[in-house]
């Protein structure tokens, strides 16, 4: 018994020493930052609340969350509507024996670089692109157009990105319902309609919650995607933590914002968290 408690915790001890050296302490120290001050050039190391202060104060900062959660909502909202009936073609109408190629070749673009499809579709969007091309060619536009440097630039490179993971989540649920739920259905009278809203559909959340958490993580925490083909024309959170980095040298203020990121996310996980739970009940 002692033996195989200790062989546990030398299989364990790797992983709890990365994770205390790798995540735990740089958050305790950007929690330690966000409590200190800049002054002029200078890092003030006395406790205060500042920064988040100043974070309510100024309507910027403030401002740059709420881009943040809008956006993030939008692209997860997009991105389920469109993932749930492709995850359902494959998981229903692709035959067993060609799914996993059909999987494969729908997940194949998203091989190339993140950085790469976004500025791939900076070029689809950008004036000048395909798209203000192709529209001056059927004649809907007199001259070139700009459909970068904007949110909807921004949710459409998002939802480019995260409907194939949503995808894969939802697709995972749906091959996992047993076959037999739907002909139980079908014997106490319900129709297709009847039965995927009153049977698949809600075996399936989870898969779709799931899916919807790791895309509001990923989404509301991204940088990339934003700088390219939003154009700072409105920032959001991740975009003014690196402002207050690259341009005004203000770490504190930056482990602020980067804090509270955190606890928008922690709230999502916790949110979600809780309604797979009950759902479970």
Known sequence: MMANRHLAWGLLLPALLWTLAFFAAPLVIMGMYSLWQRVGMKLVQTWTTHNYQQFASKSFLFESLVNSLEVTATVTIISILLAYPLAYILAERVPARWQRLALVMAILPFWTSYVVRSYSWLLVLSEGGIL??????????????????????????????????????????????????????????????????????????????????????????????????????????????????????????????????????????????????????
């Open 132 to 281: 203000s091309n192709f529209l001056m060619d059927i004649g809907l536009i007199a001259e070139p157009m700009s459909f970068a440097n904007n949110r909807g630039a921004t949710v459409v490179g998002f939802v480019h990105f995260f409907v194939m993971l949503l995808t894969l989540t939802i697709y995972a649920s749906l091959v996992q319902l047993p076959p037999s739920y739907r002909k139980a259905a079908a014997d106490l009278g319900a129709g297709p309609v009847r039965s995927f809203i009153h049977v698949v559909l809600p075996l399936t959340l989870p898969g779709v919650m799931v899916g919807a958490f790791l895309t509001f993580v990923l989404c509301i925490g991204d940088y990339i995607t934003p700088q390219i083909l939003g154009g700072n024309q409105e920032l959001l959170l991740p975009q003014t933590i690196m402002m207050q980095i690259s341009r005004r040298s203000d770490f504190p203020m930056a482990s602020a914002l980067a804090m509270i990121l955190m606890a928008v996310v922690s709230l999502a996980y916790l949110a979600c968290a809780r309604w797979l739970k009950l759902d479970r009940l």
